[in-house]
């Protein structure tokens, strides 16, 4: 394994690829981005454990996306949906006790990640984003609040950083979890010109997609459509952008590692 620097460029490349790959296989992408995240929602009902679970959860979703989205760009023709959901979750299963340990130190980290927000609003932010308490208006505008929020934020970018292609390594490599964690931060710092260059690409896809949808709403509201079209637009908007968002992740991670017969994606050419 062998860390590769790419030019600032490629990071628009990846959003192309994951928008391109997703578009293959748009229901069975979709479809496998619900049910992961509904598996996160169904944890976080337990008991004491439930939002700990939920958020161990997460690097194995993470993983079951890229596993898919591999298989997609890979294969020479259009695979079945039930097919390539099946496959998918069947590989992330390959390595489960290292993927459980990794989703422990994602959940670790992030709990601690709140924890010291906490330490700025007394836990109002923490208890918001974990459904202990309900946001208000006046919650909201509290600047010790907003500065709770603000250190959440900046603390998460080396958390992300630390787990981005953590889960890819450990399951297609078979990097024990805690290198993995270091190697992913070390890729993504050496090619942050490339993850910004991603970042802002998705920020703008995201942003003229809601700038689609809202004129969208605005003629489905005169037209006289109800309520509940409307929010039914406004949400499978968000799945299928943070489902194609997904799908352009393991791109991130062949061009950043060298190339090997075990690599998950074949080179196209593209990169």
């Given amino acids: 394994m062998k860390l590769q620097l790419v030019p600032a460029r490629t990071g628009i490349l990846w959003v192309r690829l994951g928008v391109r790959t997703f578009w293959r296989q748009p229901m069975a992408l979709t479809g496998l981005f619900f049910l992961c995240m509904a598996a996160m929602s169904l944890a976080t009902v337990l008991p004491l454990v439930g939002t700990a679970l939920a958020l161990a959860l997460l690097p194995s979703a993470t993983l079951v996306m890229m596993v898919a989205s591999a298989d997609t760009e890979g294969s020479s023709s259009r695979l079945a949906a039930p ?27 992030f709990l601690l990640l709140l924890g010291l927000s906490a330490l700025v609003d007394g836990g109002e932010f923490a208890g918001v984003y974990l459904g202990v308490h309900p946001v208000t208006q006046e919650l909201a505008e509290s600047g010790r609040f907003q500065a709770a929020m603000w250190l959440a934020v900046l603390l998460y970018l080396p958390l992300s950083l630390l787990f981005w292609h953590a889960p890819a390594l450990v399951h297609w490599w078979g990097v024990a979890p805690v290198k993995a964690m270091f190697f992913s931060a070390v890729a993504c710092l050496r090619n942050i010109g ?35 079209l409307a929010a039914s637009v406004l949400v499978t908007t968000a799945i299928v952008l943070a489902a194609m968002f997904f799908s352009s992740i393991v791109f991130s991670f062949r061009d950043c590692f060298e190339p090997t017969a075990r690599a998950p994606v074949p080179e196209d050419g593209t990169a």
């Avoid at 802002?200 to 605005?218: D, E, K, R």
């Fill in 194 to 228: 490339a993850f910004s260059v991603y970042a802002l690409g998705w920020a703008g896809l995201f942003m003229a997609t809601g700038i689609v949808v809202s004129l969208v709403l605005t003629v489905l509201s005169e037209l006289g459509m109800g309520t509940g």
């Fill in 83 to 109: 097919a390539l959901m099946v496959s998918a979750l069947r590989s992330a299963r390959q390595r489960l006790r290292s993927m459980a340990l990794l989703g422990l130190l994602y959940a670790a980290g």
